[in-house]
């Protein structure tokens, strides 16, 4: 015998229109305003003594593609960007349009929105005068993905660090452009390693590196992202692998082993790479350990600016 299906009873339901009248729907109102722009209300350009300027209005938490070029492999990767968008705010103006900053971006985003500080620059300028305003700010915060060849074996994957950038724009004073950079590494405990019979306990320790660069700085010349991390693995006791063999993890636990580091020794060893490093102005550089044998994390941080130097 074949088989048959099941018959199932089946319900009458009311038409849609009527199970949204069931669940609260109502027939539209009378509309009484205006439906074209030019006689609609535009509160936000309204002219009076509203009692205070503004540091900063606009959107934030905008999420969008990017583009990211990177002197690392892989050259060319595309990302999720979350933006902050902003101008300042006369006392004698309301409200600013924030549709504007969307529509900037909309339009960037036709030819794919690249991370480039020169294609940032050019964006934040041209956000001052669609909003009509002095000044703008844009700032984007993305992971940024490197690859990473193990000691020993060369098998290789990917990494990543956490990257920012944030770009002010003025008129009158130009540009300021800020950069930062958080990367995982490895620590090992000088005094576990000094007072213990054998071995040392270590931890995975977060660097955040936060910088202002010159203006003129040019990334096609040196690519910043490569730079911080350069500082912050290469002062750490070890780098982190996304691939390791026993021949690897023999070689990463002994060079850890070799180069203990407290977080103190951390933010001074990396501090002193910054300060090398010529399209660096400013910096702030913070190492937060997650300790192994304690309930609390270790941290340290030291700010620097070069140009009170002169």
């Known amino acids: ?73 892989p050259y060319t990767q595309t990302s999720i960007g979350e933006f902050t968008f902003t101008s300042s705010l006369k006392q004698t103006n309301k409200g600013t349009n924030m549709s504007r900053f969307m529509e900037q971006l909309a339009n960037y985003q036709k030819n794919g929105f690249s991370t480039e500080l020169d294609v940032l620059k050019k964006f934040t300028k041209e956000i001052a005068k669609r909003v009509e305003q002095q000044d703008a700010a844009l700032e984007v915060n993305f992971p940024w993905f490197f690859e990473r060849q193990a000691p020993d074996t060369g098998l290789t994957g990917l990494n990543h660090a956490d990257a920012g950038i944030r770009i002010e724009y003025h008129e009158l004073k130009g540009f ?81 082993y070799e180069n203990p580091r407290f977080v103190e020794d951390m933010v001074r060893l990396i501090a002193a790479d910054l300060y090398e490093t010529s399209f660096i102005t400013k910096f702030k550089v913070t190492c937060q350990n997650e300790e192994s044998i304690h309930m609390h994390d270790a941290i340290a941080a030291v700010t620097y600016d070069k140009t009170k130097e002169v």
């Open 1 to 73: 015998m074949g088989h048959q299906t099941k018959a199932f009873p089946i319900k009458q339901l009311p038409s849609k229109e009527k199970r949204h009248q069931l669940f609260g729907s109502v027939k539209p109102a009378p509309r009484t305003k205006p439906v074209d722009k030019m006689h609609m209300a535009d509160l936000q350009n309204t002219k009076k003594d509203f009692l205070f300027d503004l540091d900063a209005v606009g959107v934030t938490k905008v999420k969008n593609p990017i583009m990211i070029y990177s002197s690392i492999a």
């Open 176 to 256: 300021c452009i800020y950069l930062s950079l958080s990367a995982a590494i490895t620590t090992l405990c000088p005094c576990s390693k000094e007072i213990s019979e054998y071995s040392a306990h270590n931890q995975r320790g977060n660097v955040i590196m936060e910088i202002s660069v010159s203006e003129d700085y040019q990334e096609a010349d040196l690519d910043w992202k490569k730079v911080l991390l350069e500082a912050a693995e290469s002062n750490a006791s070890a780098r982190l692998h996304p691939i390791l063999k026993r021949t690897d993890e023999k070689m990463v636990t002994e060079q850890a």
